[in-house]
Each structure stands twice: as C-alpha cells, then as structure tokens.
C-alpha cells in the first residue's frame, strides 16, 4: 500500500497514524490526518514522519500488525 493507493486499507492506516503517532503528526501540522482513504501527499508526508512507520510503503505484513493494533484499541476500520 502506497502513494496513489485509495480504499479501507488507507482509512485504516490514517486511523492507526492518529492514534499512534499524534505527537509526531502535531509536530509535522498535520494532526489530525484526515481519515479519507486516500493515500495522498499529507499520507504519505505523515508515513514518514510518524516514528512508528517512518516509510511511505507498507506491505501485508505491517498492514497486517496495524489491523492487529486497531483491533487490540478498539478502534473499528
């Protein structure tokens, strides 16, 4: 999942982004990332910023953990 990509799994990930990476969001001005589900500049600028993630492509089995993670927070996707 990348730069273009659009759908759930992007929603997912900018969930996982504001509730993970809030402090480095707030630090980079923008937080909160809008949960569009598209994966876009601001996305892509917060991949790489959240200290968590620090990449702009994440493969099934990252996107796998950050399912995991959401669920663990009860945060729905």
């Known amino acids: 999942i990348k730069m273009g990509a659009k759908g759930d799994a992007v929603k997912a990930i ?6 993970t990476c809030s402090s480095d969001l707030k630090a980079a001005g923008i937080f909160p990332l809008e949960i569009n589900g598209v994966w876009d500049e601001i996305t892509d600028k917060a991949t790489l910023t959240c200290s968590v993630l620090k990449r702009n492509e994440i493969d099934k089995e990252s996107f796998d953990r950050i399912l995991r993670d959401l669920q663990s927070a009860n945060i729905s996707v």
Request: charged share 15%; glycine share 0%.
């Open 14 to 19: 900018q969930k996982y982004m504001n509730s």
